[in-house]
């Protein structure tokens, strides 16, 4: 097997990671939380960093009339297959692919991932924006319009009395390895294919 | 009449001669030290301190949780009283832990707490306390610092040489201060002497769950036993039982009870007498007592009441039990930390009186005898003696060790600590206390490893040290630092009812384990709510249950119709949080019981019984969130003779 081949079979690989590790992590820091509270977000679901950190969460957000998190969004199922599918597509490409379709595969999870992450920002928006009209509090921003709740897409926001984090953990370090390690492919692919030629 | 007078002038003058001489020694090391003290048991904002001190309440019936050095006061934990803070006692699910063989009993005398062991040295799993006054012993299970077991004790009175444990938990032990008729009968009093009995209980512990049972009570002859100590290292196995009323006196005891020079202190190889026990020894006598457990499942606690006990009389196991003479009226009771010493303070001793374990193993073994009492080997005074602490002070109560060779007593006449050294017998320090100490603690004080770095003394009485509050100034405790060869008064500290004896450990052998909720999904109260859809309203006759749920900031229902005058109406209360440090409470008017604090995750339930009709309103009493006060309810009640259903509801 040709050294590309090889390198694009750990690529196609690396994204499984995704089922063993978590993709993001949202932290909420406040002073009556010595403990912060926080979420994982995983390929098919939210999980707790402590125990019952989600209700808690929940408890705290319904003041300002945020939803519940919920037990189970569609992404959940939507995400899994995704990566397995284009897992299969990565393994028939290392197996019979020359390197151009390497490429095809980098740009092919470049444009899945950007979708996901941009659904990710759209269910973030609506969570921090779509509140309940009978909300407890409510407040608005020094313009006067309604304030939003939505936690960063990536890095530290302060949001009333929490700070908010939120960043990639190793499910994400996997998918992204994966799609480099693709492109990887495709440079050695295309190397040793022009020393052939 | 005027004898007893012409003494306690005496006492007066010698006390007050003593303490005049501490305070000129006291002012010169006052003063530059002072603002090292200060820092010494400073604990900055957000900082831990370094030890848990368990205080018992004395006549408050409770178990307070101080931090040391800083001396704050985190928890009040009700043990043999009442509680409306915590409703403990008041609930449905704990009033069966204050169940006693003389009915309800919803106050006792608290005396002295100890921590579990585990090889000589504090686990950090319980503390078991005493109630001196209707004779129980309690566990408090130190995840949740609540109270999980109560057990009296039969055939006891004034169990005061109680509750101390040997170095693996092994057993737990109630001796009675009071000697009485066993089984309690009609009878003159006059014929105490040779009739009255004192029951000394051991307590088989449940390695597993701290659990307790009576394993076995030996009749010892009618003396006043007052405190006691587990032998350890080489002395375990056997326990030490100070007496005093070795005269058998019934009436003036303050007199009669203190004619002879030496009373004594009873050692029991109890190892013997439980082998003569698990082989068939000993009677089993008709009694009633009750045993009460808390249940962290159902949060309710049970009463079961038993029938029967089993007696040991000392004469049945030969070579178990043995007289170890001790001047006069001795008091404390306290072995070192390496098992060998054991010290009686003769509290109208001015000398202390400090045994060998050793020694006493010969003198058994050269059958050394000096007469005997009731069939019981007396030991010759000079073949058991270690050493005597000379003129030490006066009034000598209790020991505590550091771990490092020296001994610390505590003189309740002359008001002071004094240090002095295992096996030298010399005084190294003296620091007075204000005023009228009883016990001290150091932490591990009772185990094979003791943190000898501070000393807390309990005092009585505080006079002056405070700001005046009426007649009744609150009791104290006073912490001195003993890492250095002299001792230094670090701090003073208000302590709940009085601070009667303690027990102390590092706060890293607790902090770890420390509960922090209640899983609501392992709640196993009968009438529980685990969710806002689980709440109901039920009526069974004039008993009417309601099933509601607490969490921030509503309650579930929040309109409840359909109750009647003379209903009595059961609340059972879950709180569904799952967070820690966020309990509720609620109240009804016209409650009189108490309200109820309910932990995360936790079921509680009070009864109403509504007497008046009208649109009663219902809060939560514990500050909870921005919406407390909006945390709220109301309960319509109707003519008993109204027919309108029962009906609940929760927003629109």
New interface residues.
């Given amino acids: 097997m040709k050294k590309s081949n090889i390198i694009m079979l750990i690529a196609a690989l690396l994204p499984l990671g995704l089922f063993l590790f978590p993709l993001w992590k949202i932290t909420l820091e406040a002073p009556q939380y010595p ?1 912060p509270l926080g979420m994982y977000i995983h390929i098919n679901d939210f999980s707790d960093v402590n ?2 950190d989600i ?2 969460i929940n ?1 705290m957000n319904h ?1 300002v009339g945020m939803k519940y998190i919920p037990d189970a969004i569609p992404e959940f199922k939507i995400f899994p297959a995704g990566i397995l599918i284009t897992t299969i597509l990565g393994l028939i490409i290392a197996f019979k692919g020359n390197y151009k379709w390497f490429l095809s595969w980098f740009i092919l999870m470049i444009v899945l991932s950007t979708a996901g992450l941009y659904d990710f920002y759209l269910w973030e928006h609506d969570y921090g924006h779509d509140l309940d009209p009978k909300a ?2 409510k407040f608005t921003n020094p313009d006067g319009s309604v304030m939003g709740f939505q936690p960063p897409l990536f890095g530290t926001k302060h949001i009333l009395n929490f700070t908010a984090h939120s960043y990639p953990r190793l499910g994400s370090l996997f998918l992204g390895l994966g799609i480099a390690a693709s492109f990887i492919a495709y440079l050695v692919g295309k190397k040793t294919n022009k020393i052939i030629s | 009449m005027k004898k007893i007078l012409n003494i306690s002038i005496g006492f007066l003058i010698i006390a007050f001669t003593f303490t005049s001489c501490n305070n000129g020694e006291s002012s010169k090391s006052n003063g530059a030290l002072s603002s090292n003290a200060a820092e010494k048991v400073y604990v900055a904002p957000g900082e831990h301190d370094e030890f848990y001190a368990f205080i018992s309440g004395g006549f408050s019936g409770q178990l307070s949780v101080y931090g040391l050095p800083s001396g704050r006061l985190f928890k009040v934990i009700p043990v043999f009283s009442q509680d409306a803070e915590k409703a403990y006692g008041y609930n449905e699910e704990t009033k069966p832990m204050l169940n006693t063989s003389h009915g309800f009993i919803p106050w006792d005398d608290s005396h002295h707490p100890d921590i579990s062991q585990t090889k000589g040295e504090l686990d950090g799993r319980y503390v078991y306390i005493n109630a001196n006054n209707t004779p129980r012993i309690a566990k408090i299970d130190l995840t949740t610092f609540e109270t999980t077991e109560i057990i009296e004790i039969p055939n006891s009175a004034g169990n005061h040489s109680s509750s101390f444990v040997t170095e693996n938990t092994e057993y737990v032990v109630a001796g009675t201060r009071f000697s009485v008729p066993i089984p309690q009968k009609d009878m003159p009093i006059k014929d105490y002497k040779g009739n009255f009995k004192g029951a000394l209980s051991f307590l088989k512990v449940n390695p597993d769950n701290g659990e307790m049972s009576i394993k076995f009570q030996i009749l010892m002859p009618g003396f006043n036993y007052d405190l006691s100590h587990p032998g350890r290292g080489k002395s375990h196995g056997w326990f030490f039982f100070t007496t005093y009323n070795t005269e058998e006196a019934s009436s003036l005891l303050e007199v009669n009870a203190s004619q002879n020079d030496k009373d004594f202190i009873a050692a029991i190889n109890w190892k013997k007498i439980e082998e003569y026990v698990n082989n068939g020894g000993g009677t089993k006598m008709p009694t009633n007592y009750a045993h009460n457990l808390y249940s962290e499942e159902t949060h309710s606690a049970t009463s079961t009441m038993i029938k029967e006990v089993l007696t040991v009389n000392p004469l049945d196991v030969p070579g178990a039990i043995y007289f170890l003479p001790t001047p006069k009226s001795p008091h404390g009771c306290d072995v070192d930390p390496s098992g060998e010493y054991i010290v009686g303070n003769g509290k109208l001793s001015a000398d202390l009186t400090v045994h060998s374990f050793t020694k006493m193993l010969d003198a058994i073994a050269n059958k050394k005898h000096d007469g005997e009492a009731y069939g019981i080997p007396i030991l010759r005074f000079e073949d058991v003696l270690a050493g005597t602490v000379k003129q030490s002070g006066l009034g000598p109560l209790h020991t505590e060790f550091d771990g490092k060779g020296n001994a610390y007593t505590t003189f309740f006449i002359s008001s002071e600590v004094v240090k002095w050294k295992l096996g030298t017998w010399e005084v190294i320090d003296r620091k007075p206390t204000y005023y009228s100490v009883g016990h001290l603690m150091i932490p591990g004080g009772n185990s094979a490893k003791p943190f000898g770095k501070y000393v807390l003394a309990m005092n009585k009485i505080t006079k002056d040290r405070y700001l005046p509050t009426g007649p009744e100034v609150t009791q104290s405790a006073q912490l001195y630092d003993i890492s250095g060869d002299k001792m230094e008064l670090l701090l003073d500290f208000p302590t709940i009812g009085e601070p009667h004896y303690a027990a102390g450990c590092p706060a890293s052998l607790i902090k770890a384990n420390s509960k922090k ?1 209640y899983k609501l999904a392992e709640n196993k109260h009968p009438y529980a709510a685990k969710s806002d859809a689980d709440t109901k309203v039920t009526r069974n006759g004039k008993e009417v249950h309601v099933q509601m749920t607490m ?2 900031s509503h309650f579930s229902p929040d309109n409840i119709e359909g109750i009647k005058v003379g209903d009595k109406v059961y609340f059972h209360v879950t709180n569904l ?4 440090d966020v309990p509720h409470g609620i109240a009804i008017i016209g409650a009189n019981t108490s309200e109820l604090l309910i932990m995360p995750g936790q079921t509680e339930t009070f009864v109403w019984e509504p007497k008046q009709v009208g649109v009663w309103p219902f809060y939560c009493t514990d500050f909870c969130s ?2 407390h006060q909006e945390m709220q309810g109301y309960v319509r009640v109707s003519p008993a003779s109204s027919s309108i259903p029962l009906s609940w509801s929760l927003g629109d």
Avoid: G
Wanted: glycine residues 0%; charged residues 20%.
């Fill in positions: 403990t125990p019952f209700k808690n408890l003041y407890i509090m | 909720l969490i921030r949080e799952q967070d820690y921005a919406l």
